[in-house]
């Protein structure tokens, strides 16, 4: 099963105590990286939505943004810590008195000092909260995932396609291999009349030259790896786990083959063939980068 690594997804949760809106957006990355960012009366739950988003979306770059929307006269009620309202109320009429100032410590200022003013949650409301924030992100993933499928079958498409082009020029090299070892000892044939003008060609000689050069420029091995590395593509297409990184393994096994098919030809028509392969490769690995 192909799904893309790039996706959006959206969620939220409503009950009678607020709102939990999840926003979760993936790019390509080689690894899976997850990345979360919450208000701080929610970051005791965030190992649970780290392993929620592990647990399906296994590859690439993913960024996952909370929001916690309170209901009015709900449950988590505001809390006023008045000990320390008074602590902090002394220290700035102290700093006052030091100074020498006459600006007035005012209510506004103290309620903006750190835990002064906080939400009461009451007793069990805990697992509710977790109950509600991994519902939004499990909402979230499922949105995502139904878009990466969705452009997975549009990258399916384009890959099969070009697996055949991969096929019809790798047959095309295999039918011209013949021809090169024929054609080079018309060449040289050739070259040697010339050169030895009058002279006996010594056959033996030529035969044991058009031989080494048959060796030398001999590609059945890679032929017959290229044709098991487009079986092995085709098989991992049909994969339901996610299968980016074999493909992209696939890819360096592909470019092997063909750059020494192309270091052994001998001809213009088959680095022609050559390059035209090569070329539709680096298509298809730019395409396989997007596949989680």
């Known amino acids: 099963m192909i799904k893309s690594m790039t996706g959006y997804g959206k969620s939220v949760v409503e009950t009678d105590t607020g709102r939990t809106i999840v926003e979760i957006r993936s790019v390509n990355h080689r690894y899976g990286e997850v990345y979360v960012k919450m208000p701080r009366t929610l970051l005791a739950f965030e190992n649970d939505v780290r392993k929620a988003v592990g647990d399906r979306l296994k590859r690439g770059k993913i960024e996952v943004f909370v929001q916690r929307e309170e209901a009015v006269g709900g449950e988590n009620l505001p809390n006023v810590n008045v000990p ?10 102290q700093l006052k008195r030091e100074l020498d100032l006459a600006d007035p410590v005012t209510l506004p200022l103290i309620l903006s000092q750190r835990d002064v003013l906080s939400a009461r949650e009451e007793d069990g409301n805990e697992d509710a909260l977790r109950g509600e924030l991994l519902g939004a992100v ?3 993933v499922e949105a995502m995932e139904t878009m990466r499928l969705r452009e997975g079958e549009a990258l399916l498409a384009d890959l099969t396609a070009r697996r055949r082009t991969l096929s019809d020029i790798i047959e095309r090299i295999a039918l011209r291999a013949p021809a090169m070892v024929a054609e080079y000892a018309a060449r040289l044939r ?12 010594d056959e033996t000689r030529f035969a044991q030259e058009v031989a080494l050069m048959a060796d030398r420029s001999d590609i059945t091995e890679e032929l017959v790896r290229f044709r098991s590395h487009l079986v092995q593509f085709d098989d991992t297409l049909k ?3 996610p299968v980016g990184r074999k493909l992209d393994f696939l890819m360096q096994e592909f470019n092997r083959e063909v750059n020494t098919i192309g270091s052994k ?3 213009a028509d088959t680095a022609a063939l050559v390059v035209e392969l090569k070329a539709e490769l680096e298509k298809i690995r730019e395409q396989v980068q997007n596949i989680e």
């Open 239 to 241: 994969l339901s786990e």
């Open 190 to 201: 050739e070259r040697l009349t010339q050169l030895l003008s009058g002279t006996t060609l």
């Open 138 to 140: 499990r909402g979230a």
């Open 84 to 93: 320390l309202a008074k602590a902090y109320r002394d220290a700035f009429e």
């Open 265 to 267: 030809a001998g001809d």
